[in-house]
């Protein structure tokens, strides 16, 4: 069975109000989202479909009485059998298919592949489709009493969904009202994480839009792609970003100003996980029973968990150091300093005087040095002072640069103009 949707049943229906927003003006953005830079679509933009698949269809010159029939390939199957059960009764297509050279594909084919066979009303075979075990798209088709048959190659396809969702607990409870998978609300997440703290910036009434892709394989969802844009209304306050490709490798994320979405640093070192104990001038020291100050930021992690450098920089220390235990020491820019306390081990191979990028691994979550449990100790400095990291304001990475600004420009100007139509629709049909 192919994959309409990323969407269960239970799903489509609670999310009826949003299929009927989406059914009319976002073709039109969609058709606007085509002309994004999506390179690596490899697609004109008229291709971008959403959520329709093209089910064989019937060739024209046998349009009348047709009917088409699904098969997989059982364990012992004969082609005589197969073609029983696809209902074709074709002495020559039976010849065809069971002894000429053309067809050793289908001979060969695995148990559970699937075969569509469309045949007359008296069980004359008009065309066959099957995806070989090589992945090619199999199709053969009788044309004036001889058989034709074309290897194609596997269709990849991205297509393009949107996503309007509002908060009502958490972002990841209204990406899921909303339909949208958790790899693409993970994307969301760290879209904005670097602006919107979702631990404590987050209301009730806020509001995000996002338009992502799904790659498919022969028309059957694979998983999620990138998110293309997205638009966060935190407390009123609008968050937009734009994937932006300068080159083939290398894409961003950017404002539609053309500032960089992505910070400099990482609000966090480690994913998804939960500050156990903040940033303070003074706290009660569980081991060492008095009070202190806390000049960094406890993350709760299971021992093990991988602790990435928030940001590009030069190792200054990896080593052991007192209450720290296990630390690595990060240099950024000169100025920015960050560390990662009582790890378990560090990443292999790491040595003092290397450069490391941001989300590079650099160790893992341990309890050595000063620690009840295991946890991240971590520090951000700026100037050798300690900031609080989930407060202070983060330094952006570099903006698109001025060969492309103008490039950028389009997109962005067409992107901000789809999503003030989008958003002046949802608006009106919420109401
Ligand atoms: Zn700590």
């Known amino acids: 069975m192919l994959t309409q949707n990323p969407l269960s049943q239970e799903r489509k229906k609670k999310l009826r109000w949003f299929v009927?927003?989406?059914?009319?003006?976002?073709?039109?953005?969609?058709?606007?989202?085509?002309?994004?830079?999506?390179?690596?679509?490899?697609?004109?933009?008229?291709?971008?479909?959403?959520?329709?698949?093209?089910?064989?269809?019937?060739?024209?010159?046998?349009?009348?009485?047709?009917f088409w029939h699904s098969e997989r390939v059982q364990r012992g199957d004969?082609?005589?059998?197969?073609?029983?059960?696809?209902?074709?009764?074709?002495?020559?297509a039976s010849n065809y298919l069971r002894t000429s050279p053309e067809t050793e594909s289908l001979r060969k084919l695995s148990v559970g592949k699937e075969i569509q066979a469309e045949t007359s009303a008296t069980g004359e075979l008009i065309s066959l489709r099957y995806l070989s075990?090589?992945?090619?798209?199999?199709?053969?088709?009788?044309q004036d009493d001889a058989f034709k048959i074309i290897a194609l190659p596997a269709q990849f396809e991205?297509?393009?969904?949107?996503?309007?969702?509002?908060?009502?607990?958490?972002?990841?409870?209204?990406?899921?009202?909303?339909?949208?998978?958790?790899?693409?609300?993970?994307?969301?997440?760290?879209?904005?994480?670097?602006?919107?703290?979702?631990?404590?910036?987050?209301?009730?009434?806020?509001?995000?839009?996002?338009?992502?892709e799904m790659n498919y394989h022969n028309g059957a969802l694979m998983n999620t792609g990138r998110i293309l844009s997205a638009e966060f209304?935190?407390?009123?306050?609008?968050?937009?970003?734009?994937?932006?490709?300068?080159?083939?490798?290398?894409?961003?994320?950017?404002?539609?100003?053309?500032?960089?979405?992505?910070?400099a640093f990482l609000r966090s070192p480690i994913e998804y996980s939960r500050v156990s104990s903040g940033f303070s001038n003074s706290r009660f020291h569980p081991i060492l029973n008095k009070w202190r100050s806390h000049k960094g930021v406890d993350f709760a992690a299971p021992a093990g968990t991988k602790v990435k450098s928030t940001a590009d920089g030069i190792v200054t220390y990896v080593g052991r150091d007192g209450g720290y235990g296990n630390v690595v020491r990060i240099n950024h820019?000169?100025?920015?300093?960050?560390?990662?306390?009582?790890?378990?081990?560090?990443?292999?191979?790491?040595?003092?005087?290397?450069?490391?990028?941001?989300?590079?691994?650099?160790?893992?979550?341990?309890?050595?040095?000063?620690?009840?449990?295991?946890?991240?100790?971590?520090?951000?400095?700026?100037?050798?002072?300690q900031h609080n990291p989930m407060r202070v304001a983060l330094p952006d990475a570099k903006p698109i640069s001025n060969a492309y600004y103008s490039a950028f420009r389009a997109v962005a100007d067409e992107f901000v103009a789809r999503l003030n139509l989008l958003r002046n629709t949802n608006l009106a049909k919420l109401d």
């Open 233 to 263: 209304i935190n407390q009123g306050h609008v968050y937009r970003a734009i994937y932006f490709q300068e080159d083939d490798q290398h894409g961003d994320y950017y404002t539609p100003e053309g500032k960089s979405v992505q910070k």
């Open 158 to 212: 991205k297509r393009l969904f949107v996503r309007t969702g509002e908060i009502k607990t958490n972002l990841y409870a209204a990406a899921d009202a909303a339909g949208m998978p958790e790899a693409a609300a993970n994307q969301l997440y760290e879209l904005f994480s670097g602006d919107i703290d979702f631990h404590h910036d987050l209301r009730v009434g806020d509001k995000f839009t996002a338009v992502f």
């Open 78 to 92: 004969t082609v005589a059998e197969l073609l029983s059960r696809l209902n074709i009764e074709d002495q020559d």
């Open 333 to 385: 820019q000169g100025r920015y300093t960050t560390v990662y306390g009582h790890l378990s081990r560090f990443a292999l191979n790491l040595r003092k005087g290397q450069h490391v990028v941001q989300g590079e691994v650099i160790g893992y979550v341990g309890m050595t040095g000063l620690a009840s449990g295991p946890h991240l100790h971590y520090e951000f400095k700026i100037n050798g002072q």
């Open 133 to 142: 075990n090589h992945d090619e798209q199999i199709l053969i088709n009788k």
């Open 20 to 66: 009927t927003l989406s059914t009319l003006p976002l073709l039109g953005v969609l058709t606007a989202f085509g002309l994004v830079p999506q390179s690596d679509l490899g697609l004109p933009s008229a291709q971008v479909s959403i959520e329709d698949i093209a089910l064989p269809s019937a060739d024209d010159d046998y349009a009348v009485f047709s």
